[in-house]
């Protein structure tokens, strides 16, 4: 556990200590009275002096002065502000809104997965447009570049700006967590995604794109250590540093002897650190799970359905919401591997399950096969299917959701097991309250059937939701092992100090005795409460909320990049370098905003 006496305490917090190097970072000194900060911008008194509040300010009010970098000519514009001198804002240049217009098209373009060609045809829009709407400014438009060379470059800029923007910012990491998901490409040559989970003293959480890792060229597992490693590294940490592993369920990354998660255990082992905790269950749940209910190779028929559908069936109104869904999910080609990660999603089946009827009569009128209509087991293993992945779907929703921290997250993933068993239970004494799909069958076949008993056997599905269940005990074992630090975290006021380790006795029940913290515990969000604890007065619980804080707690970036790549296969299989693609995927999944005012100043610079 975080709380043994053996592992090291964390540095004191000096988040809320003033640091002479704000001052020509934001713009701000210390106030005279010694509370708080004074920005010497707009003169206003900032109460607090955590560096997340001053950078926040800065970034909403006066980001205009970044193009003042220069460290000299930094410096003399905090000398001109000491004396109240503001410098007047100068208007932006003809060419410097162009090439400001140049990058917001390049960063759109990316979002929404166009190619770097289409530029050319926004371009011509906007022409017609202003030529009948503000005919005085069509000129503008000749200031910009819209060529594909152009766009590429731009949106490789922006890459580098966002990255140097998590550089910056990983400075003050605290402690962080890894996420590496190599089930993300579904359509052509596979990668690697490698995100970073970081919190800084003040626990402002940082969640980004580190790296992406061509599979092809790094298939060995130490091949893939060396390029981890090195994006690490270069981002000015150290796997030594690293609380937390989240990871899909391949061999790959989970083999017993040769998987990546052993590797990176045995790099990331010093003296008085904390053991790395692995998770693989977050990232690509409904796949995870899929496979092991999957008894009757379900989804693989239901695929050869949808083809048919999509090739055959368009015009049929019955299939249009169907049709309407799978374009929404992964666009108009038919590719069999995203096709079936779609069909695994538990909305999905229930969709074409409500369908089956209608899809028997389709495959009747083009001379398909319709056998599994008629066979009394396949139907009873598709309405469980529907049924199981209906309730794993539902968890799926559940670690969507960010900014909850592991341990309410963990806490989704223990509901869920007992759910797991009373499905077993209830399976045991064939009763399908919660089997809607499965009821609906049977209650079919019964009427089918009036002369056969037996319907289905209780057994089959029985050792089904057996092996479900141990491998969500595998996947997460280690946040169990961890579970008094998560259940410290997530309610210190009542967890017991007689059940903790004794390195932390004293620091809980000082807490629980104070009243002004039990106060600010019950208005406060979890992040917001234990930014506000004194490192000096409460190091190891302080210690312990930063591990937590740093560990994934959902499974939304992974499937901010999932959706992306699905949306827009077309585009992304075309040829793309790797420098490319992954800053593709920056822009498609980072919560930072890029510094356009760098990327103008920058952007006639050699090498951008």
Known sequence: MWLTPKRSRMDADESRVFRPEWTQRYLVVEAPEGNGCLCLVCRSLLGATAERDIRRHYEAEHRCYDRYAAGDERAA???RLRQGDWPEDAPPTAEERAARAGFGLARLLALTGRGSGEGDFVHQCLEVMLREVLPEHLSVLEGIDVSPEAAAHRVRSIDRNLRAQLLERARAFRAYSLALDDQAFVAYENYLLVFIRGVDDALEVQEELLTIVNLTQHFSVGALMAAIQAAVRGAGLS??????LSTTHTLRMIGENSGLVSYMREKAVSPNCW????????????LLSSYDVDVNQIVNTISEWVVLIKTRGLRRPEFQALLRDSESQHGERVNGRCLNNWLRKGKTLKLIFSLRKEIEAFLVSVGAITVHFTDKQWLCDFGFLVDIMDHLGELSEELRVSKVFAAAAFDHICTFEVKLSLLHRHMEEKNLTHFAAFREIVDELKQRLKDDQKIFDPDRYQVVICRLQ????????????????LELFSNPFNFKPEYAPISVRTELRKLQSNTNLWNEYRVKDLGQFYAGLSADSYPVIKGVACKVASLFDSSEISEKAFSYLTRNQHTLSQPLTDEHLQAL???ATTEMEPGWDDLVRERNEPNL
């Not at 796997?239 to 937390?244: I, K």
Request: net charge positive.
């Open 275 to 286: 053991n790395v905790i692995h998770y693989s269950g977050f990232f690509h749940l409904e």
């Open 239 to 244: 796997l030594q540093r690293m609380v937390g």
């Open 77 to 79: 514009l905090v000398e």
């Open 585 to 587: 995927f920056r822009i």
């Open 470 to 485: 141990k491998e969500f005990e595998r996947h997460f074992k280690d946040l169990r092992f961890i579970r008094k630090d």
